[in-house]
C-alpha cells in the first residue's frame, strides 16, 4: 500500500505562486502514475493533471495548461504541482493519488493522500 502526504498549501493573493509537495512512503512510489486533483466548496472533485510513473509525460486539464507543472523526483519518492498565477477561483483542497495509468478518471486512482488547503484571496 501507498501512503501519500501533500504539503505546500496555504493562502496567498491571486497571481501568487506555490508549490505542493506530495511524499509517498514507500518505493514502490516509482512503479505508479501521479495525479493531483482539486476540490473547491460546493464543486465536484476536479481533476487538474497526471505525471506518468518516469516522469517523461505530463497531462493538464485545459484551465491550467501553461501556468501549472507537475513533476517527479522518483529518487526522493515525491511528485510536485507548480502553481503559477493562481486565480481565486482555483481555492480548494488539492488532493495527490497514486494510479496504474495515467488518468483523468479519479476511480482510476488506488491511493490518495490527505489533501492541502489551498486558499487564493485578497
Known amino acids: 500500500q501507498v501512503q501519500l502526504v501533500e504539503s505546500g498549501g496555504g493562502l496567498v493573493q491571486p497571481g501568487s505562486s506555490l508549490r505542493l509537495s506530495c511524499a509517498a512512503s514507500?518505493?514502490?512510489?516509482?512503479?505508479?502514475?501521479m495525479g493531483w486533483f482539486r476540490q473547491a466548496p460546493g464543486q465536484e472533485r476536479e481533476y487538474v493533471g497526471a505525471?506518468?510513473?518516469?516522469?517523461?509525460?505530463?497531462q493538464y486539464v485545459d484551465s491550467v495548461k501553461g501556468r501549472f507543472t507537475i513533476s517527479r523526483d522518483n529518487a526522493k519518492n515525491t511528485v510536485y504541482l507548480q502553481m503559477n498565477s493562481l486565480k481565486p477561483e482555483e481555492t480548494a483542497v488539492y488532493y495527490c493519488?497514486?494510479?496504474?495509468?495515467?488518468?483523468?478518471?479519479?476511480?482510476?486512482?488506488?491511493?490518495w493522500g490527505q489533501g492541502t488547503q489551498v486558499t487564493v484571496s485578497s
Open positions: 493519488a497514486a494510479s496504474f495509468v495515467v488518468s483523468g478518471e479519479a476511480y482510476n486512482y488506488r491511493y
Open positions: 514507500e518505493r514502490t512510489f516509482r512503479a505508479y502514475a
Open positions: 505525471i506518468d510513473k518516469s516522469g517523461g509525460s505530463t
